[in-house]
């Protein structure tokens, strides 16, 4: 007897209210994947001691002086509609702190204020890819760029990385036998979540001069550009290399530098000539960032700097502290990242990675995320998020550890 196709199943049993509500739903929608990552927090969130590592945010609240900033404008009546591209104070402030990190012109003009990293993605998204186009995404990757691509009807081209004794590298001939008459932009995340991948000079180069020859939009997510650990102090930029005519959209959050992920807000860097087109779609997608946050963002970039270098020291100690005593073990695969702060390991034998995490939450009570979440290249790995405190840190290395040395 054949097996029963779906179509068959639908026509023997009567579709209830609820599948013909599904039904009706944008396909963009309901074949979004689900996250791996949320399903690892819904498991093991309510488990009493469990030190969770699978997100990517540190345990420190907002500064202070940022929450203060806010507050003050929220009781100054700073509650109304506000400008579209951001108010003109917390503009000037990027251009300022982009001018002090990276040497560029200070030109507001360039920046528009956006609800969140993510936001500042699917603007740059909604800027470059219609239905039916492609954009190629180096993996393992954060996977919330992809699930953007394809909420616009566009396919998201993954592109696994090379992986060796030094770690994760791009594969740039892999990259260009990717490109088709489709491809409208190569999206790169460097530092990256999940790897640690740092892109050297020479190796945005490359990319840049590939995205020019085949006229096609990079989108840069350098959001973890100030977690880096060569002797530079900030990881290699295309702000390094770029022409003003460069087809290149940055894409910024206030989420890390300055603990702020609650907040949700963010930037788009962009040629000025695109802010009509950013403005409207800021408009259409949210009306605007509430201006008494803008007032917080303001004063994270003015006032920041002291908690910045703190949170990349924590960061650096931190990678060391769980890194070193895991690698000692000699039974994980891992190599240290140069930037970030992720550790993606493998455990040599444990291929289901998905059951592995799960494992670990009930046997070792750790919580981690399985690189099955970010696409091809992730399949053996797991993700540590590292920036925590020294406490929860060392007792989260003891139960790996100990795990480890009971199970492998």
């Not at 002090?100 to 993605?121: D, K, L, N, W």
């Not at 090379?162 to 409208?184: E, H, N, W």
């Not at 000539?273 to 409207?280: K, S, W």
């Not at 924590?314 to 550790?343: E, Q, S």
Request: charged share 20%; net charge negative; proline share 8%.
């Amino acid at each position: 007897m054949s097996p029963m196709t779906s179509a068959t199943l639908r026509a023997a049993a009567p579709e209830s209210a609820e599948d013909r509500l599904l039904a009706d739903v944008s396909a963009h929608a309901t074949n979004l994947p689900p996250s791996g990552i949320v399903e690892l927090m819904n498991y093991g969130r309510t488990r009493e001691g469990l030190i969770p590592l699978w997100v990517g945010e540190g345990d420190l609240p907002t500064p202070a002086f940022i929450c203060e900033a806010a507050a003050g404008a929220l009781h100054r009546g700073e509650t109304f509609y506000t400008w579209q591209r951001g108010v003109p104070e917390l503009r000037a402030a990027i251009a300022r702190y982009m001018t002090r990190q990276y040497g560029v012109a200070e030109t507001p003009e360039r920046y528009f204020v956006c609800g969140s990293g993510m936001q500042a993605i699917n603007i740059a998204f909604a800027l470059t890819l219609s239905p039916g186009d492609e954009i190629i995404i180096p993996t393992p990757a954060w996977p919330n760029a992809a699930a953007a691509a394809l909420t616009r009807g566009a396919k998201p081209v993954s592109v696994p990385f090379a992986y060796g004794p030094d770690g994760f590298s791009l594969d740039f001939q892999r990259i260009a036998d990717a490109i088709t008459p489709r491809t409208r932009a190569i999206f790169i995340n460097t530092p990256a979540n999940p790897t640690g991948f740092v892109a050297s000079r020479e190796a945005l180069q490359t990319l840049l001069d590939l995205a020019r020859a085949r006229g096609i939009w990079i989108v840069a997510d350098e959001i973890y550009g100030r977690f880096y650990y060569g002797p530079e102090g900030r990881a290699p930029s295309f702000h390094d290399i770029m022409a003003p005519d460069d087809r290149i959209l940055f894409v910024q959050t206030f989420s890390k530098n300055w603990a702020m992920t609650g907040w949700r807000i963010g930037w788009i860097e962009a040629p000025p000539v695109l802010g009509p087109v950013i403005e409207n779609l800021v408009q259409f997608f949210t009306s605007g960032v509430a201006p008494f946050m803008q007032r917080g963002a303001i004063a994270a970039l003015d006032d920041g700097e002291p908690f910045v270098a703190e949170q990349i020291a924590r960061a650096r100690a931190g990678c060391d502290m769980v890194a070193d005593p895991l690698i000692a073990t000699g039974k994980v695969d891992l190599v240290k990242p140069h930037g970030a702060f992720y550790l993606f390991l493998s455990i040599p034998g444990q291929e289901d990675v998905r059951r592995l995490a799960l494992r670990l939450v009930d046997e070792a009570n750790i919580g981690l995320a399985p690189g099955t979440a970010f696409g091809p290249g992730g399949e053996r790995f797991l993700r540590l998020c590292y920036a925590r405190g020294e406490g929860q840190l060392r007792e989260a290395t003891a139960r790996f550890v100990s795990w480890l040395e009971r199970n492998v």
